[in-house]
């Protein structure tokens, strides 16, 4: 009796809080918390204490109620070896989110630092925890992970990555709001790095709280909010194109047309989030169609600034072939004739050969490339210590020394932030246990041992040709890891973004007047050759 009405209790709080009665929900939860307390500790109970949990979290986030976070977070702490075992990656989830909604709410551009960016790295390695447990178990992650996961990537300034994210949840149609509205908040972010504001840009803005104010999932009370903000930002447009007379629908059928006439390769980059163009994260028309990231257009800039300059070429160079390698790959028909002059010993252990799988196995390696040289350029750019016969990776040089470390904790600079928290994902150390440092290894087994790609479920093995090494050897599926090459290719292309907005504070910071670069080389973009 008692458990069916705290399961018809808890039915009832989850209603007030989409009604946004957030007071009247947290008091009942406290209520309901009590009484699952003294039940008998089996499995129902901590059903229940999971469930009032989650309550707990969400009357915290969007009730702006802290205490309430923090009483979610106690129980998930509490009661983590149960609710690990038995609720998966339910529990990493929900773990993420209270972590999260612990921050202040405060505008990001003036708060994450090197000084606290730890705290919100962990919250991100559950998001990242929780998206690995569901994917072995079901394959599909369920949106609400990725739009709180780009939530997450947001908050440490990973915005190129979080906007692929929202898009891949929005292009669905679904009912999501939080999606459509932290996609404007990471477009206003992008906006106050960049300063690339656009009317196509303000469009883009205005389109998300546009959709939140008439949403079925956002509470009614907060209908007028969303909708003054899209007024407010309609009023902004106006003014500035006052001059153009032209409809939203004949822009969007402009865009379009502009898209279908890019080549099969450009739409390709765009569509998997893969392009280098700072107007192509946002908008799909024609001044998206060329990978024209630079650090200064038509600046004029200093040495250093020309220096970074021929590094970022380095860059987009090596990526750009990397990509192409990928896409010969998907569209291996043009390119397979090629392949009838290898042949190789038959020894039916479903092992992946030839021309077409060395595109990708390459393209993955490149990836690591980039980064390391990513991590050089910051070396030289900040002009830090090197120590004795160090070398210099990408994804551990950060916090070499506690000096070094401490030096990044004085910098206020978004794109560093940026950088590191990828560098975090990738390292496997104790302190940062990166949910993403298989990559690495992997990029290591390519580079300097044996990585055996395979085409089925497991591995087949007629002639026991895996059994005579002394150390074990790694299978990884061909399909797990082109989709694992298409997420290296796009965690290299944020860092690529990244860095371009690291060099571009930093000149800003360190000028002589600090809003505006001054020095004696002008940079031009050159054009690439094929």
Known sequence: MILLNIEDELSIISQQIDNGEFEKAFDAIKTAFSRVKRLLKNKQYFDHLFAISGLF????????????????????????????????????????????????????????????????????????????????????????????????????????EALQYYDQVNQKNRDLPQAWTNRSEALIILNKITSS???????????????ASKSNNVPKIWHPFYKSRSDSISKHINELSNEIDETDHEDALLTQNEYNDLSSYRKWCLDRHLSLTEHGLYCKCIESGTDNLTIMENVIGDQTIASMELVLNRLKSEFGFSRHLYYEYLNSSDWTKNDIEQSFSELFNDEVLGLNIERVRTAFRICFGILDKIGVAIFDLLKLKREKNEMIYFHSFWKKTPERFNLFQN???????????????????????????????????????????????????????????????????????????????????????SFVFAVREHAKQNSPDKGQIIGTLEVHKKQGYF
Do not use: C
């Not at 504001?197 to 959709?211: C, T």
């Not at 928290?421 to 150390?429: E, R, V, Y």
């Not at 041992?449 to 299978?475: A, C, V």
């Open 57 to 160: 979290i969400d009357v915290g986030h969007m009730g702006r109620n802290s205490e309430s976070t923090l009483k979610g977070l106690k129980i998930l702490e509490d009661n983590r070896q149960n609710f690990e075992r038995y609720k998966g990656h339910y529990f990493y989830y929900f773990y993420a989110n209270a972590l999260s909604y612990t921050q202040k709410n405060e505008d990001l551009l003036d708060y994450v630092n090197f000084q606290n960016v730890e705290n919100l790295n962990y919250a991100k390695r559950m998001y990242w925890k929780a998206i690995k447990s569901v994917q072995k178990q079901h394959n599909t992650v369920p949106d609400e992970y990725l739009v709180n996961l780009a939530n997450s990537l947001k908050s440490q300034y990973r915005i190129t």
């Open 197 to 211: 504001l656009s009317i196509v840009m303000l469009k883009e803005i205005r389109v998300g709280y546009l959709f």
């Open 411 to 497: 910098i206020q600079n978004y794109g560093l932030i940026a950088l590191y928290s990828i560098a975090n994902d990738l390292n496997s150390t104790k302190t940062d246990q990166g949910e993403l440092s298989f990559y690495k290894k992997w990029r290591n087994l390519l580079e300097h041992d044996f990585m055996i790609i395979h085409t089925n479920k497991s591995p087949e093995d007629l002639y026991g040709s895996y059994k005579g090494f002394t150390k074990q050897i790694t299978f990884v599926n061909e399909n797990d890891f082109i989709e694992s090459l298409t997420h290296v290719l796009q965690l290299t292309r944020s860092a690529i973004f």
